[in-house]
């Protein structure tokens, strides 16, 4: 553990103090194959935190032929480019065989990540974007970046980073004709989880865990965990309802996750995208559990809140 400790931080130095040297290197290769017309749109995965989005990105990027930020690409989020073609000359596009995960974190260099080259060109801390709110000029230099790794390669992007569940506008001033795959879980147990979250990693209250929706400040002044986790998952999916009305029918893809069966979401997915099934690979068992976890008298406390709020036209004034 400690040796494969020291060489993720060797890897990660690397290539930290190289990106300066990389990112001019590969601006040709960008510009040449980002100014190409682009056969392909990315993917985005989407939905409120701890609706299963994380095992349904590991699955994804398992079984079809597709690109995806992986542990090492992350760690060369300085020369993203680079990032991809160090990856697939490690890996040769195998897949990745990772099946578990830590709020999202995976384990692995070839493993999927969020990723954070996202935050060269977008807010830290400042989850929902508007239209108009990022310059056009690195809107133009994200989309340049992703049309080159897709032309590259000749496949379609996955992403999975859920801040964009809260970002949709913002998908649709980068990609119009981008795929959209939506999962969903029954919001008792998605709060639930969001309460265990946010108690082992020692936030206060006022705090919000993971993705914070439009109405964050309004969270923030929630009178306890419960209300306040509730109230996120009801914000996220409101906002993502509404927005998914920028997007044509056929874009958009909704996922149920206690209905998860590999073998049709496979070829859902597949149908829905255009991808191509990556040859002998191994399969991702999906695990379903909705569960109680928490002591009887929060989890009815949980119901009460849920019951207040109108989860199907999100009408609800709070």
């Not at 040297?21 to 056969?39: D, M, R, T, V, W």
């Not at 108009?132 to 080159?148: D, M, S």
């Amino acid at each position: 553990m400690i040796i494969k400790e020291i060489k993720y931080w060797l890897i990660r130095r690397l290539l930290k103090y190289s990106a300066p040297l990389l990112h001019q290197l590969e601006q040709p290769s960008i510009k040449k194959y980002g100014s190409q017309a682009c056969a392909h749109q990315p993917v985005f995965i989407i939905g409120p935190p701890r609706t299963g989005s994380t095992i349904l990105y590991q699955t994804l990027t398992q079984k079809l032929d597709v690109l995806y930020v992986d542990n090492l690409v992350n760690m060369s989020r300085g020369a993203t480019w680079f990032g991809f073609w160090l990856s697939r000359r490690l890996f040769c596009n195998k897949g990745h065989n990772s099946s578990s995960s830590e709020h999202g974190r995976t384990q692995g260099l070839h493993a999927p990540n969020e990723g954070l080259f996202w935050y060269k060109w977008l807010p830290k801390g400042h989850d929902f974007i508007d239209f108009g709110e990022i310059k056009p000029t690195a809107i133009n230099q994200l989309r340049q970046l992703i049309n080159a790794l897709m032309n590259r390669y000749k496949t379609p992007i996955v992403f999975k980073n859920l801040t964009f569940s809260v970002r949709l506008r913002l998908i649709k001033e980068l990609y119009p004709k981008a795929r959209i795959i939506y999962i969903k879980r029954e919001p008792l147990y998605v709060a639930q989880s969001i309460i265990r979250s946010k108690e082992k990693d020692g936030l206060a209250l006022q705090e919000v865990w993971s993705v914070k929706p439009r109405e964050v400040e309004q969270l923030k002044k929630c009178s306890n965990n419960i209300q306040q986790a509730v109230r996120q998952v009801y914000y996220i999916e409101k906002q993502i309802e509404q927005d998914l009305k920028l997007f044509d029918k056929e874009q958009c893809m909704i996922i149920n996750y206690e209905h998860l069966n590999v073998d049709a979401l496979i070829h859902e997915v597949q149908a829905f995208t255009g991808c191509k099934l990556r040859p002998n690979q191994e399969v991702i068992q999906l695990k379903v559990s909705n569960r109680q976890q928490i002591d009887d008298a929060q989890f009815d406390a949980l119901k009460q809140e849920i019951e207040q709020l109108d989860w199907k036209s999100y009408s609800t004034k709070i």
